[in-house]
């Protein structure tokens, strides 16, 4: 296992969509192992690839209170809005840290899936899995939180993350 570095926005490298994975190999599930190693070293509930410069299709994913049960999603896609009534939750991003905004999104998805092996998985998602399983597909993409909030919000957010850069 290793530790991956996070990037932080405005790194320009969290902007990249990343390519659907092809190869359900041992770096697949090597790339999986480090990534939640990384996550919950740094206290997340969820990671995509993107965050840690890889540009490929994979997210992972930990809302249990014991960090016990790691969900593995690769090439995930959105298959349909189940409940498209929006919900406010108050989101962080490892890569924004120390900042929380309040975003709306469809309050229950249904996400189609493979794991490591390659198996096909679909998920019906409510609450905080839907919300978080929303924001690391939007890391595949290259969008983030911080463009969902008022122009003058990301721009002190860009100023203040720039300047705490080591
Ligand atoms: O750790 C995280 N917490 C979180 C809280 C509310 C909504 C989304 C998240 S994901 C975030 C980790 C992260 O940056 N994932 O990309
Ligand atoms: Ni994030």
Known sequence: MALLKILVFPDPRLRTLAEPIMD??????????????TMYE????????????????IIVVDISEEKN????????????????????YSEGCLSVPGFY?????PSSVEINAYDVNGDEVNIVTEGLLSVVIQHEMDHLDGKMMVDFISNIKREMIRKKLLKSKA
């Open 24 to 37: 359900f190999d041992d770096s697949l599930k090597k790339l999986s192992e480090d990534m939640l190693e």
């Open 101 to 105: 905004e309040e975003l709306l999104r």
């Open 42 to 57: 740094g206290s997340g509930i969820g990671l995509a690839a993107t965050q840690v410069n890889v540009h490929k299709r």
């Open 69 to 88: 049960s790691p969900l593995i999603l690769v090439n995930p896609t959105l298959k349909k809005i189940i409940n498209p009534e929006k919900k406010s």
